[in-house]
């Protein structure tokens, strides 16, 4: 395949995991404030995130300006660390005030259905940005593919404490999204100052 057609494919690839995070940040934040959820609210950024970072890919992808590879990664880099900070004040603050989330039906279907398919958008880039040899396309494969594994783990948490009622799970599993973010947010940084071509799988 040409090198055009696999831009074309990667673009399409960040178009289609763009349009899907903008329906779900709107459905998981809409469920988040309605339940008192830290983790769906964590989760529910990671996709504003996630749109952010394909904008940024797509924007990478559509220029060839010396640097612009560098300042893409800065940027996700950054995204990633003030999720994480976000996240983790508030994932403290919902443990210390004691506060109960209550169970989403909506915030539980959609964690399962957004796991399965960031799993199948993370392999489509990250297949195209070897052959392309994009260290930014297979980053944010790397970013897609946190964003099905957050899908995951916040889906154990918001759904424990659906079946038992063990609300600190909830916000338990938003430190997982801390976790994450904060080690991806180094890595994009780390290759960025690099600026050297380079695989992160």
């Not at 038992?164 to 997982?176: C, I, K, M, Q, Y």
Request: with cysteine.
């Amino acid at each position: 395949m040409g090198s055009i057609s696999l831009l074309r494919r990667g673009v399409w690839l960040e178009c289609a995991t763009l349009g899907w995070n903008v329906i779900g940040t709107v459905i998981v934040l809409i469920a988040a404030v309605r339940v008192g959820s830290a983790a769906l609210a964590g989760f529910g950024l990671d996709s504003a995130i996630e749109i952010f970072a394909s904008v940024v890919v797509v924007w990478q992808l559509k220029g060839r300006e010396q640097g612009r590879e560098s300042l893409a990664l800065k940027l996700i880099g950054t995204a990633f660390i003030a999720l994480a900070i976000y996240v983790l004040v508030q994932s403290v603050w919902t443990l210390l005030a004691n506060a109960h989330p209550t169970a989403s039906p909506l915030g539980i279907v959609w964690l399962g259905v957004t796991c399965a398919v960031m799993l199948l958008l993370a392999w489509g880039k990250l297949v195209t940005g070897r052959q392309l040899g994009n260290l930014v396309l297979t980053t944010e494969a790397r970013v897609t593919l946190i964003d099905a594994a957050l899908a995951g783990g916040v889906l154990i948490g918001v759904g424990v404490n659906a079946l038992f009622g063990w609300w600190w799970t909830d916000p338990l599993a938003g430190f997982v999204i801390v976790y994450y973010g904060l080690t991806e947010g180094r890595a994009a940084w780390k290759h960025a100052s690099a600026d050297v071509p380079g695989r992160l799988f």
